[in-house]
């Protein structure tokens, strides 16, 4: 294993959230709204995903502030019993463009997936083309859509998933699910995870039942541009938050040392059961650990949880490829 820097407090992080819908679907903000909360609360970046319809909000853009293209896809099963939708189950993909002055017509088409739920080689075959058209694709919140294991682990070519969605949490308590990641993981795929709001502002801001400003990541990007935002992402420069902060996580002669705002629980998962812990005193907190690593982990992700049962975490890190 070769020493690695994977997040490092010494560069600035820009905190974006990566899936919301306006007035454009469903959503009770208009884009220069969504620009305007959104940069209160200390975000600089934000994926406008409505759904179905392909837009780049460009006017939104100045030094401080970057509108990612975007829309989120559904596929949809057929009716489980006579109530429809509330036990429907359904495939949500967000496509975040890479270059939205590459393929614009085509884009502008907002092309969508063949209705053929569970069909993982009809599925793929559209993230395929989607890929090739300058899309990334991220697979949302598998608990929400009443899906299990068998729905998506044929999926491929996915640059990421949702492990937390706040919108859903609020919804029914079912928009956290780092098991989903790691089976995704355990079937051999090598995808990132993000933390997502999938705000709609149907509560006021200040309000408990506002789903803005509660899953976000924190991406470490050369600047605030789009082409830089972009290779952050492809790369996994970035972690998941609830809340609480990674400031630091590093590789140095086969340990790893981390440094977080306080929290209550330090863990760093594998593709086994076991795991490396640290864990505060009742009572306290802690903001640093370090964990000698056996060489049998496979793969790793850093995990905390704080007082407040809020987590953060980070994508997977492969042994193989360090």
């Known amino acids: 294993m070769k020493d690695h820097v994977f997040l490092s407090e010494k560069k600035p992080y820009y905190k974006a959230n990566l899936h919301c819908?306006?007035?454009?679907?469903?959503g009770i903000f208009s884009p220069e709204e969504m620009k305007a909360a959104y940069r209160e609360a200390g975000y600089s970046i934000v994926a406008f995903t409505d759904h179905n319809r392909y837009v780049w909000q460009k006017q939104l853009q100045d030094e401080n502030f970057l509108p990612l293209a975007a829309y989120e896809v559904?596929?949809?099963?057929f009716p489980k019993s006579p109530d429809g939708w509330p036990t429907l189950s359904t495939y949500h993909i967000n496509l975040y463009d890479t270059d939205p002055t590459r393929n614009s017509q085509e884009k502008a088409k907002s092309k969508l997936p063949p209705r053929r739920?569970?069909?993982?080689?009809?599925?793929?075959g559209y993230l395929q083309e989607m890929?090739?058209?300058g899309f990334l694709s991220c697979y949302n919140h598998p608990y929400w859509s009443l899906q299990n294991y068998e729905d998506y682990k044929g999926l491929r070519g996915l640059f990421a998933m949702e492990i937390y969605n706040h919108g859903c949490e609020l919804d029914g308590l079912y928009g956290f699910h780092p098991q989903a990641y790691d089976e995704m993981l355990r079937t051999g795929q090598?995808?990132?995870c993000l933390a997502t709001d999938d705000n709609h502002n149907r509560f006021p801001l200040e309000s408990a039942g506002s789903d803005s400003f509660g899953g976000f990541i924190q991406l470490q990007a050369?600047?605030?541009d789009y082409s830089s935002t972009i290779d952050a992402l492809k790369k996994g420069n970035f972690y998941w938050s609830m809340g609480p902060e990674i400031r630091d996580f590093s590789l140095k002669d086969g340990k790893l040392f981390v440094k977080t705002s306080p929290v209550e629980k330090i863990y760093v998962i594998s593709q086994?059961?076991?795991c490396h812990q640290k864990l505060a005193e009742?009572?306290?907190?802690?903001?640093e650990a370090e964990f000698s690593l056996t060489g049998k982990e496979g793969w790793f992700r850093l995990q905390c949880r704080d007082s407040r049962g809020l987590s953060c975490g980070t994508n997977a890190y492969f042994l193989d490829s360090l």
């Not at 739920?117 to 793929?124: L, Q």
């Open 74 to 77: 559904d596929i949809n099963d």
């Open 21 to 26: 819908h306006t007035t454009v679907s469903d």
């Open 272 to 274: 086994g059961r076991d």
């Open 282 to 287: 009742r009572g306290r907190t802690i903001t």
């Open 117 to 124: 739920y569970g069909d993982f080689a009809a599925i793929n």
């Open 222 to 224: 050369e600047r605030l």
């Open 131 to 133: 890929a090739e058209l």
């Open 190 to 192: 090598r995808l990132f």
